[in-house]
């Protein structure tokens, strides 16, 4: 078996890009996701370990000095971070010669003929779900028998069958044993989830169609593939073991709630182990699923409610409406349900008068927090393909290369990307600075010294995220393009 690295890399200062990250930028509020497809992998190779740098504040001269101790080592990249990525194989490299470098993710699976040809530093990629694909590598199988491997082989890229999706799940291992063996749970914070947290899947997939979606399309696929009931409760209970000072488990499979029954049958499981959760949710779920979550310990769902516009709901192929955005938001204030509730500005068919009615929206919906994030188009997504063949999208990249910080690529007719890049700071004012949003904050935080420190926290990095985007607006162009 060989010694095996897998490592979520160094990038931009407080990047959260990597193997658990769906929005792969650096956030307004720090956000840290687990590197969870790394620890599947190395739970099923012995002789490995996991190094997740941004968290950890490791720098590229730091993690490359580890690359002595491995044979193998294999990176989570992302598109906004592949050419950083390349540059620290290429440290790794210095350290190791004789270590075999790939990568994997979204980014590579769809593009793995031109991210092999533009790292000729890089051995392999391991496509799409790459749980065993690593693990034969590790192994040491000959590289043209191993399924979903792309490789570089005699002057030659060579790309094998794609390996199927895995069905069972349950044969997979626990994640939280390696977070317990090689990360520390401190490091990772997310704004609207108590600290410390444990976060872990309870199935791949989702079944909805939106457009913009990066994993479901270039990763997971479409169909809510899931783990048992029991399978499910045995991790819960481990994590427990595992992390006792865990504050919150976090669900962070696409949709939790996708299969309503099972959902039910979860929260069913949960209630005797008396521990609080959160979860994702789509608008369409209904009551009797979200009154079994609340009895089961549920605290908080995560709902994509995106756009306050019908008509871009339909562009983006959402298969919710506002009135069922409406009935959820009203239902989880019956239940004592918090929503944190997150939203996009830039989606197919944006206007001006779009962006305006889904700050209304959001208003109107007042969940506890939000998050509005740009619409980005990345490669294998039908967004992407809309916004190459209609002309919309820009050469820019998807990131500041300075900070990490999201920019806008797409540009509409009768909205410029400048405009949608706008919408960020100026949504998120509209929301928090609404005196009922601050009488709710400043009630919860006399109640709750736990919720008053966590808001406080968010309060100051958001404060502190606006005046970056004040600043912006008084500086030339060339320089207000390096702030986030």
Same mark, same amino acid.
């Given at each position: 078996?060989?010694?095996?690295?897998?490592?979520?890399?160094?990038?931009?200062?407080?990047?959260?890009?990597?193997?658990?990250?769906?929005?792969?930028?650096?956030?307004?509020?720090?956000?840290?996701?687990?590197?969870?497809?790394?620890?599947?992998?190395?739970?099923?190779?012995?002789?490995?370990?996991?190094?997740?740098?941004?968290?950890?504040?490791?720098?590229?001269?730091?993690?490359?000095?580890?690359?002595?101790?491995?044979?193998?080592?294999?990176?989570?990249?992302?598109?906004?971070?592949?050419?950083?990525?390349?540059?620290?194989?290429?440290?790794?490299?210095?350290?190791?010669?004789?270590?075999?470098?790939?990568?994997?993710?979204?980014?590579?699976?769809?593009?793995?003929?031109?991210?092999?040809?533009?790292?000729?530093? /890089?051995?392999?990629? %391991?496509?799409?779900? @790459?749980?065993?694909?690593? *693990?034969?590598? #590790?192994? &040491?199988?000959?590289?043209?028998?191993?399924?979903?491997?792309?490789?570089?082989?005699?002057?030659?890229?060579?790309?094998?069958?794609?390996?199927?999706?895995?069905?069972?799940?349950?044969?997979?291992?626990?994640?939280?044993?390696?977070?317990?063996?090689?990360?520390?749970?401190?490091?990772?914070?997310?704004?609207?989830?108590?600290?410390?947290?444990?976060?872990?899947?309870?199935?791949?997939?989702?079944?909805?169609?939106?457009?913009?979606?990066?994993?479901?399309?270039?990763?997971?696929?479409?169909?809510?593939?899931?783990?048992?009931?029991?399978?499910?409760?045995?991790?819960?209970?481990?994590?427990?073991? /595992?992390?006792?000072? %865990?504050?919150?488990? @976090?669900?962070?499979?696409? *949709?939790?709630? #996708?299969? &309503?029954?099972?959902?039910?049958?979860?929260?069913?499981?949960?209630?005797?182990?008396?521990?609080?959760?959160?979860?994702?949710?789509?608008?369409?779920?209904?009551?009797?699923?979200?009154?079994?979550?609340?009895?089961?310990?549920?605290?908080?769902?995560?709902?994509?409610?995106?756009?306050?516009?019908?008509?871009?709901?339909?562009?983006?192929?959402?298969?919710?409406?506002?009135?069922?955005?409406?009935?959820?938001?009203?239902?989880?204030?019956?239940?004592?349900?918090?929503?944190?509730?997150?939203?996009?500005?830039?989606?197919?068919?944006?206007?001006?008068?779009?962006?305006?009615?889904?700050?209304?929206?959001?208003?109107?919906?007042?969940?506890?927090?939000?998050?509005?994030?740009?619409?980005?188009?990345?490669? &294998?997504?039908?967004?992407?393909?809309?916004?190459?063949?209609?002309?919309?999208?820009?050469?820019?990249?998807?990131?500041?290369?300075?900070?990490?910080?999201?920019?806008?690529?797409?540009?509409?007719?009768?909205?410029?990307?400048?405009?949608?890049?706008?919408?960020?700071?100026?949504?998120?004012?509209?929301?928090?600075?609404?005196?009922?949003?601050?009488?709710?904050?400043?009630?919860?935080?006399?109640?709750?010294?736990?919720?008053?420190?966590?808001?406080?926290?968010?309060?100051?990095?958001?404060?502190?995220?606006?005046?970056?985007?004040?600043?912006?607006?008084?500086?030339?162009?060339?320089?207000?393009?390096?702030?986030?």
């Amino acid at each position: 078996m060989k010694r095996t690295l897998l490592l979520n890399p160094p990038s931009f200062q407080d990047f959260d890009g990597g193997a658990g990250s769906r929005y792969q930028a650096t956030r307004e509020v720090t956000s840290f996701w687990y590197p969870t497809w790394l620890c599947y992998s190395a739970g099923l190779i012995p002789e490995s370990r996991v190094v997740d740098a941004p968290p950890e504040n490791l720098t590229v001269s730091q993690v490359a000095g580890l690359a002595r101790d491995f044979d193998l080592a294999v990176l989570f990249t992302s598109q906004p971070s592949f050419a950083h990525d390349l540059a620290t194989v290429s440290q790794l490299k210095a350290q190791n010669p004789n270590l075999q470098v790939g990568m994997v993710g979204p980014q590579v699976s769809i593009l793995a003929q031109e991210s092999l040809a533009a790292g000729p530093q /890089l051995d392999f990629v %391991a496509r799409r779900e @790459f749980d065993y694909t690593v *693990t034969e590598l #590790a192994q &040491g199988r000959p590289w043209g028998d191993i399924q979903g491997l792309s490789y570089r082989a005699g002057g030659r890229i060579h790309h094998n069958p794609d390996r199927p999706l895995i069905e069972d799940l349950d044969a997979l291992p626990m994640v939280t044993e390696i977070y317990h063996r090689d990360l520390t749970m401190e490091h990772y914070v997310i704004p609207y989830l108590r600290y410390p947290y444990v976060s872990f899947y309870t199935g791949r997939g989702c079944p909805g169609h939106c457009v913009y979606c990066l994993w479901p399309q270039t990763f997971t696929g479409r169909r809510f593939r899931v783990r048992s009931v029991a399978n499910v409760v045995a991790e819960v209970r481990r994590s427990l073991e /595992l992390f006792p000072q %865990a504050a919150e488990i @976090f669900f962070d499979d696409d *949709t939790f709630t #996708a299969d &309503g029954e099972r959902a039910r049958q979860l929260s069913r499981e949960f209630r005797p182990l008396k521990f609080v959760w959160s979860a994702t949710a789509r608008a369409n779920t209904s009551y009797e699923t979200l009154k079994a979550m609340k009895e089961g310990g549920l605290r908080l769902l995560v709902v994509g409610f995106e756009t306050g516009d019908p008509q871009v709901l339909k562009n983006i192929r959402k298969g919710v409406t506002l009135d069922l955005g409406r009935r959820l938001a009203k239902w989880c204030r019956e239940l004592g349900i918090q929503v944190h509730g997150t939203f996009m500005v830039g989606l197919p068919g944006e206007t001006k008068e779009s962006i305006e009615a889904s700050i209304r929206f959001a208003c109107e919906l007042d969940p506890d927090t939000i998050q509005v994030s740009l619409a980005t188009p990345y490669p &294998g997504t039908e967004f992407y393909d809309f916004c190459r063949d209609q002309g919309f999208l820009q050469d820019d990249a998807l990131v500041n290369g300075a900070t990490g910080y999201q920019q806008c690529v797409v540009d509409y007719p009768g909205l410029a990307a400048a405009d949608i890049f706008q919408a960020v700071p100026q949504f998120y004012r509209r929301f928090y600075f609404r005196p009922r949003y601050m009488a709710r904050a400043a009630m919860v935080m006399l109640r709750d010294p736990v919720e008053r420190r966590r808001l406080l926290k968010e309060g100051r990095q958001f404060l502190s995220f606006m005046f970056k985007r004040r600043q912006c607006q008084q500086t030339p162009v060339a320089e207000a393009n390096r702030c986030p």
